[in-house]
């Protein structure tokens, strides 16, 4: 059966969501889960639930990489931290994945640390699959490396197009660059030599898109920085929650329109559904040797449900070593 | 009366929604427009107005820098190019402002050049009103300077301060800087030493903000490179319109909801002037020694009324003379 170390400390709302995200993934999937942190918080929480399932199991780790800390210093320093206790149940194969809804940073430098690098990545990315007008596309990097160089963004086109490709089923995923003009000779000297690099890689690349493209569908890979996708990311999720805020704001200023918003709300919940990242459940840290998918902070039960789901179909379907191969024969 | 320069040829549906903005502001506002472009295209558009006003003339220059051109190639080798026929316009006195929705890098290296800079400015940032939770706010820069250095988004943050307060009527504009965190050591080299630069400085500065609190209105004045602003900004206006797509999509698909939508009809209406940045109208790119509003390419003939009312404003209310009086006093 395949096994997934789950952070259980890692959160806003941990331990609480992330447990009963664990025990609704064990539940529904064919998975052990094997929850890290420390031992008394997630048993207080375990015992609210009701018969809880057998292949769900607490392993103790001491501490906790704090939000505030500075990511390699707090991985360092706390050798006993859930997420290092998590990464290093991989390292010693007692587990197939990591999910983590605690410090990204932290996630990233122990997963990089103790599992090391797929042969052929400089810098692991973060990938995450979101709703566009014409189904779903991914985009990579969203906040693993907010230090990139050319030749990272062009492994993470070459990651985000397996991804693309094994997990969305997209053939031959089109590839483009997030920059701020449709030509080649737009953006800084760092953009044209991505540009230069992506399109003498085998990928299909489409050129540069700009931030209006993005939720069109016209392209299944959108590739960029750390530090850029990051803010897209979080300037998304803000920007439907305060559309929906002013919307019912509006709403309220008459009875006809408040009778209107009653017949629409079936439709708005199924758009709120579409449109939830929740449902795709957490976003892959790619180019390690090993899996490891980060959520949000702010994850709910559901959240981490889904995220335990797809580090599943990770294992399964060999996305890694998938990568792999591709980038040691684009060499 | 103030005099306001507008590059006719500029825009996706130049010169036509050009001439229409320029004639209804030249109707509205006690303003003298000077349309700067091919005056048989021009005279052709202004044909068919019934009687266009007699505040509104012509100037003619022979060429147009394209939007494929490298921005300082084309301002330098087109002499008599709209852009810097409307830039010597105001260079000579002849007019107080210039409003283009043609190639940004074209109008901001035509007016730097030609105008050069404010004292205590390195390089103009383009700043950009837009609308949040609470009211409206500023973010600046949007695109004028894709290679910013920490004292440059220093001098955004004073200049986009300013616009807040005499444009906007915001008493001690609150600035945030766009991170990828909150805490002061999250980010990239470059954004720490940005976020030591305004905390020493006297702006009232709330410190790092993420993507997610654009649109709260926490913050009066967001301040960013613009490579990163020009993508935030078109991924804003792009998931305004998907969401919008999308809605309507969903609405179709039962007679009941369908109903519903007729009655929120209104209030959705409502909502999206409310979002509308056309009703703002234009980008000032500040820094520079003299008045030029930027409009988005697609620019509609209200958006262009509104950049020309804007212009207006900025002669009205010497932005300029205080910004100067500002960071003269900073040093």
């Known amino acids: ?24 993934a064990a539940r529904e999937y064919d998975i052990e889960i094997i929850l890290v942190g420390h031992k ?26 704090d939000m505030a800390e500075p990511a390699t210093m707090g991985v360092r320093k706390k050798r006993d931290s859930s997420i290092r206790v998590a990464v290093d149940l991989v390292k010693r194969k ?34 995450i699959a979101y709703p566009t007008l014409n189904g779903s596309s991914v985009i990579i990097d969203i906040g693993a490396n907010i230090d990139a160089k050319p030749e990272h963004l062009l492994q ?20 483009g660059l997030l920059n701020i003009g449709e030509e080649e000779s737009k953006g800084p000297d760092f953009m044209k030599e991505t540009h230069r690099l992506i399109e003498e890689s085998p990928l299909n690349f489409m050129g540069n898109i700009e931030g209006k493209d993005i939720f069109s569908g016209d392209v299944d ?22 559309t929906n805020i002013l919307l019912r704001r509006e709403l309220k200023q008459s009875v006809l329109s408040m009778m209107g918003a009653m017949l629409i709300k079936p ?9 939830d ?8 840290l790619l180019g390690v040797n ?38 040691s024969s684009k060499r």
């Open 277 to 284: 990242y929740t449902e795709f459940g957490g976003a892959p």
């Open 1 to 24: 059966m395949i096994k997934v170390a789950v952070d259980g400390m890692g959160g806003d709302h941990a331990p609480r969501a992330v447990v009963d995200g664990a025990v609704r």
């Open 94 to 127: 007692e587990a197939d994945a990591i999910v983590s809804a605690g410090h990204t940073g932290a996630a990233v430098v122990a997963t990089t640390l103790s599992l090391g690098l797929l042969e052929g990545v400089a810098r692991p990315g973060i990938a």
């Open 156 to 175: 993470y086109a070459v990651m985000g197009s397996t991804f693309a490709n094994i997990i969305l089923h997209k053939k031959e995923p089109r590839v």
């Open 40 to 65: 008394d918080l997630l048993q207080k929480e375990l015992a609210r639930v009701p018969s809880p399932p057998l292949n769900l199991k607490v392993h103790h780790a001491e501490e906790v990489v």
């Open 290 to 327: 090993g899996i490891c998918i980060i959520c949000h902070g702010s994850s709910s039960a559901k959240a981490i449900k889904n995220a335990i789901r797809v580090a599943g179909e990770f294992v399964k379907f060999n996305v890694n070593e998938k990568i792999q191969t591709i980038l």
């Open 267 to 275: 439709t708005l919940s199924r758009l709120k559904r579409r449109l």
């Open 221 to 242: 890979v959108v590739v960029c920085d750390g530090f850029v996708g990051n803010i897209v990311l979080k300037v998304t999720e803000s920007l439907a929650e305060s």
